[in-house]
Nanobody, 120 residues
């Protein structure tokens, strides 16, 4: 089974930037897509951004323009560049593989999560 190791994140002031990395133990192009979710205290985990193996991207409306998902195929690594961060972006961020199951797309393997805290 694939292993996902995340890095990056931390504490940043509002308006600042951070980058998260997710290194996979296998070829990331073998998955339907790679994605980033986040979970804030007391809230459900939500999809932030996704990148299909074909190169299509998806962003939640709350992060469009500010966040960017990308990958380095040679390194089997997915990135989430987060700019103009806001306090409401504070959460634990998780990397995941997405699989297609019939008409549905669902998360499969999860990383360990990285804390992102936006505060002055």
């Amino acid at each position: 089974q694939v292993q996902l190791v995340e890095s990056g994140g931390g504490l940043v002031q509002p308006g600042g930037s951070l980058r998260l990395s997710c290194a996979a133990s296998t070829d990331i192009l073998s998955f339907y897509a790679m994605a980033w979710y986040r979970q804030a205290p007391g809230k459900q985990r939500e999809l932030v951004a996704a990148l299909t193996k074909g190169g299509s991207t998806y962003y939640d409306d709350s992060v469009k323009v500010r966040f960017s998902i990308s990958r380095d195929n040679a390194k089997n690594t997915v990135y989430l560049q987060m700019n103009n961060l806001k306090s409401e972006d504070t959460a634990v961020y998780y990397c995941t593989t997405l699989r297609a199951s019939g008409a549905n797309v669902e998360p499969d393997t999860w990383g360990q999560g990285r804390q992102v805290t936006v505060a002055s």
